[in-house]
T-cell receptor
Protein backbone atom coordinates (compact mmCIF):
# COMPACT_ATOMS: atom_id res chain seq x y z
CA UNK A 1 0.00 0.00 0.00
CA UNK A 2 1.22 3.50 -0.87
CA UNK A 3 2.70 5.78 1.75
CA UNK A 4 0.97 8.99 2.77
CA UNK A 5 2.25 12.31 4.10
CA UNK A 6 0.11 14.57 6.29
CA UNK A 7 0.92 17.73 8.24
CA UNK A 8 1.29 16.88 11.92
CA UNK A 9 -1.15 19.53 13.10
CA UNK A 10 -3.65 22.12 11.96
CA UNK A 11 -5.98 24.64 13.54
CA UNK A 12 -9.43 25.64 12.37
CA UNK A 13 -11.95 28.15 13.65
CA UNK A 14 -15.29 26.77 14.73
CA UNK A 15 -17.88 27.09 11.98
CA UNK A 16 -15.31 27.38 9.24
CA UNK A 17 -14.33 24.70 6.76
CA UNK A 18 -11.43 22.47 7.74
CA UNK A 19 -9.30 21.36 4.81
CA UNK A 20 -6.95 18.51 5.63
CA UNK A 21 -4.37 17.66 2.95
CA UNK A 22 -2.79 14.30 2.23
CA UNK A 23 0.01 13.55 -0.18
CA UNK A 24 0.19 10.10 -1.75
CA UNK A 25 2.46 10.60 -4.73
CA UNK A 26 3.21 6.88 -5.17
CA UNK A 27 -0.42 5.80 -5.32
CA UNK A 28 -1.21 3.18 -7.92
CA UNK A 29 -4.29 2.83 -10.06
CA UNK A 30 -6.13 0.32 -7.88
CA UNK A 31 -5.51 2.03 -4.56
CA UNK A 32 -8.26 3.83 -2.70
CA UNK A 33 -7.90 6.79 -0.36
CA UNK A 34 -9.54 6.27 3.03
CA UNK A 35 -9.98 8.74 5.87
CA UNK A 36 -10.49 7.81 9.50
CA UNK A 37 -10.41 9.96 12.62
CA UNK A 38 -9.74 9.26 16.26
CA UNK A 39 -11.22 11.47 18.93
CA UNK A 40 -9.15 11.47 22.10
CA UNK A 41 -8.25 7.77 22.51
CA UNK A 42 -11.64 6.54 21.33
CA UNK A 43 -11.77 3.90 18.63
CA UNK A 44 -11.02 5.24 15.15
CA UNK A 45 -14.06 6.22 13.11
CA UNK A 46 -14.47 5.82 9.37
CA UNK A 47 -15.16 9.08 7.54
CA UNK A 48 -15.04 8.57 3.79
CA UNK A 49 -13.15 6.88 0.98
CA UNK A 50 -12.72 7.29 -2.75
CA UNK A 51 -10.85 6.06 -5.81
CA UNK A 52 -10.66 8.95 -8.26
CA UNK A 53 -13.94 10.82 -8.19
CA UNK A 54 -14.75 13.34 -5.52
CA UNK A 55 -16.97 11.91 -2.80
CA UNK A 56 -19.34 13.47 -0.30
CA UNK A 57 -21.28 12.05 2.60
CA UNK A 58 -22.96 13.43 5.67
CA UNK A 59 -19.66 13.88 7.45
CA UNK A 60 -17.26 15.24 4.89
CA UNK A 61 -16.14 15.67 1.30
CA UNK A 62 -13.11 14.08 -0.30
CA UNK A 63 -11.41 15.86 -3.16
CA UNK A 64 -8.85 13.81 -5.10
CA UNK A 65 -6.61 15.55 -7.64
CA UNK A 66 -6.78 14.43 -11.23
CA UNK A 67 -3.35 12.78 -11.05
CA UNK A 68 -4.44 11.17 -7.74
CA UNK A 69 -1.19 12.13 -6.07
CA UNK A 70 -2.90 14.12 -3.36
CA UNK A 71 -6.28 14.58 -1.75
CA UNK A 72 -8.08 16.89 0.66
CA UNK A 73 -10.62 16.01 3.29
CA UNK A 74 -13.08 18.83 3.84
CA UNK A 75 -15.19 19.23 6.97
CA UNK A 76 -17.57 21.95 5.77
CA UNK A 77 -18.51 23.49 9.13
CA UNK A 78 -16.08 22.35 11.78
CA UNK A 79 -17.32 22.09 15.36
CA UNK A 80 -15.41 21.61 18.59
CA UNK A 81 -16.38 17.92 18.45
CA UNK A 82 -14.36 17.57 15.24
CA UNK A 83 -11.13 18.03 17.20
CA UNK A 84 -9.35 14.75 16.56
CA UNK A 85 -6.46 13.03 14.82
CA UNK A 86 -7.28 12.49 11.15
CA UNK A 87 -5.66 9.61 9.29
CA UNK A 88 -5.30 9.37 5.53
CA UNK A 89 -4.75 5.77 4.41
CA UNK A 90 -4.11 4.52 0.91
CA UNK A 91 -4.78 0.89 0.21
CA UNK A 92 -5.94 -1.62 -2.34
CA UNK A 93 -9.56 -2.36 -1.50
CA UNK A 94 -9.31 -5.96 -2.63
CA UNK A 95 -6.47 -6.68 -0.25
CA UNK A 96 -6.98 -7.98 3.22
CA UNK A 97 -8.81 -5.45 5.30
CA UNK A 98 -5.98 -4.41 7.59
CA UNK A 99 -5.39 -0.68 7.87
CA UNK A 100 -1.90 0.80 8.12
CA UNK A 101 -2.12 4.01 10.12
CA UNK A 102 0.47 6.75 9.86
CA UNK A 103 0.88 9.59 12.32
CA UNK A 104 -2.11 11.54 11.03
CA UNK A 105 -2.99 15.21 11.41
CA UNK A 106 -4.12 16.55 14.75
CA UNK A 107 -6.91 19.00 14.00
CA UNK A 108 -7.68 21.49 16.72
CA UNK A 109 -10.98 23.32 16.26
CA UNK A 110 -10.98 26.55 18.22
CA UNK A 111 -13.94 28.65 19.37
CA UNK B 1 -21.95 3.41 19.17
CA UNK B 2 -20.11 1.37 16.53
CA UNK B 3 -21.74 -1.91 17.54
CA UNK B 4 -18.37 -3.47 18.39
CA UNK B 5 -18.06 -4.38 22.06
CA UNK B 6 -14.78 -4.79 23.86
CA UNK B 7 -14.31 -6.00 27.42
CA UNK B 8 -12.90 -5.12 29.81
CA UNK B 9 -12.52 -1.37 29.32
CA UNK B 10 -9.60 -1.15 31.70
CA UNK B 11 -7.16 -3.76 32.92
CA UNK B 12 -4.27 -3.40 35.34
CA UNK B 13 -1.95 -6.32 35.81
CA UNK B 14 1.59 -7.13 36.83
CA UNK B 15 4.57 -8.01 34.68
CA UNK B 16 4.78 -11.67 33.81
CA UNK B 17 1.03 -12.18 33.96
CA UNK B 18 -1.38 -13.28 31.24
CA UNK B 19 -4.59 -11.51 30.22
CA UNK B 20 -7.40 -12.07 27.76
CA UNK B 21 -9.16 -9.28 25.91
CA UNK B 22 -12.54 -9.96 24.38
CA UNK B 23 -14.25 -8.52 21.32
CA UNK B 24 -17.79 -8.98 20.02
CA UNK B 25 -18.08 -7.78 16.43
CA UNK B 26 -21.08 -6.02 14.93
CA UNK B 27 -23.96 -8.31 14.12
CA UNK B 28 -23.33 -9.88 10.72
CA UNK B 29 -19.64 -8.97 10.52
CA UNK B 30 -17.41 -11.95 9.80
CA UNK B 31 -14.02 -10.25 10.02
CA UNK B 32 -12.30 -9.14 13.22
CA UNK B 33 -9.10 -7.10 13.46
CA UNK B 34 -6.92 -6.32 16.46
CA UNK B 35 -4.81 -3.18 16.78
CA UNK B 36 -2.44 -1.93 19.44
CA UNK B 37 -1.94 1.75 20.17
CA UNK B 38 0.94 2.78 22.37
CA UNK B 39 2.26 6.29 22.86
CA UNK B 40 5.45 5.75 20.91
CA UNK B 41 4.21 3.43 18.16
CA UNK B 42 0.83 4.79 17.15
CA UNK B 43 -1.88 2.46 15.84
CA UNK B 44 -0.37 -0.88 14.83
CA UNK B 45 -2.22 -3.72 13.11
CA UNK B 46 -1.78 -7.00 14.97
CA UNK B 47 -3.93 -9.69 13.40
CA UNK B 48 -7.12 -10.38 11.43
CA UNK B 49 -9.55 -13.27 11.55
CA UNK B 50 -12.28 -14.03 9.08
CA UNK B 51 -15.01 -16.50 9.93
CA UNK B 52 -12.78 -18.32 12.38
CA UNK B 53 -9.63 -18.43 10.30
CA UNK B 54 -6.54 -16.28 10.54
CA UNK B 55 -6.42 -14.04 7.47
CA UNK B 56 -3.59 -11.57 8.00
CA UNK B 57 -0.83 -10.99 10.49
CA UNK B 58 0.97 -7.81 11.41
CA UNK B 59 3.73 -7.17 13.93
CA UNK B 60 2.21 -9.39 16.57
CA UNK B 61 4.60 -10.67 19.20
CA UNK B 62 4.96 -14.40 19.78
CA UNK B 63 3.74 -13.84 23.34
CA UNK B 64 0.42 -12.68 21.89
CA UNK B 65 -2.17 -14.92 20.29
CA UNK B 66 -5.73 -14.57 19.13
CA UNK B 67 -8.63 -16.67 17.99
CA UNK B 68 -12.12 -16.24 16.63
CA UNK B 69 -14.83 -18.53 17.90
CA UNK B 70 -17.80 -20.07 16.05
CA UNK B 71 -20.07 -17.32 17.38
CA UNK B 72 -17.58 -14.87 15.77
CA UNK B 73 -16.41 -13.22 18.96
CA UNK B 74 -12.66 -12.95 19.26
CA UNK B 75 -10.14 -13.04 22.07
CA UNK B 76 -6.64 -11.62 22.19
CA UNK B 77 -4.37 -13.38 24.67
CA UNK B 78 -1.32 -11.55 25.97
CA UNK B 79 1.16 -13.52 28.04
CA UNK B 80 4.42 -12.90 29.90
CA UNK B 81 3.42 -9.28 30.02
CA UNK B 82 6.06 -6.57 30.01
CA UNK B 83 5.83 -2.89 30.90
CA UNK B 84 6.02 -2.06 27.21
CA UNK B 85 2.81 -3.93 26.52
CA UNK B 86 0.88 -1.16 28.24
CA UNK B 87 -1.32 0.26 25.51
CA UNK B 88 -4.81 0.67 24.14
CA UNK B 89 -5.98 -2.44 22.32
CA UNK B 90 -8.68 -1.93 19.73
CA UNK B 91 -10.83 -4.44 17.99
CA UNK B 92 -12.54 -3.67 14.69
CA UNK B 93 -14.95 -5.60 12.53
CA UNK B 94 -16.13 -5.56 8.95
CA UNK B 95 -18.56 -7.57 6.91
CA UNK B 96 -16.04 -9.17 4.58
CA UNK B 97 -12.42 -10.21 4.78
CA UNK B 98 -11.40 -7.63 2.26
CA UNK B 99 -12.14 -4.10 3.13
CA UNK B 100 -13.90 -2.17 0.45
CA UNK B 101 -16.13 -0.19 2.71
CA UNK B 102 -15.25 0.55 6.27
CA UNK B 103 -14.20 -1.05 9.50
CA UNK B 104 -16.00 -0.34 12.75
CA UNK B 105 -13.86 0.02 15.84
CA UNK B 106 -14.70 -0.70 19.45
CA UNK B 107 -13.86 1.67 22.26
CA UNK B 108 -10.76 -0.26 23.22
CA UNK B 109 -9.28 -1.93 26.27
CA UNK B 110 -6.69 0.09 28.14
CA UNK B 111 -4.06 -2.29 29.48
CA UNK B 112 -1.67 -1.10 32.14
CA UNK B 113 1.19 -3.38 33.12
CA UNK B 114 2.84 -2.47 36.41
Amino acid sequence: DAKTTQPPSMDCAEGRAANLPCNHSTISGNEYVYWYRQIHSQGPQYIIHGLKNNETNEMASLIITEDRKSSTLILPHATLRDTAVYYCIVRVAANTGKLIFGQGTTLQVKP
Amino acid sequence: DSGVTQTPKHLITATGQRVTLRCSPRSGDLSVYWYQQSLDQGLQFLIQYYNGEERAKGNILERFSAQQFPDLHSELNLSSLELGDSALYFCASSVRDRLNTEAFFGQGTRLTVV
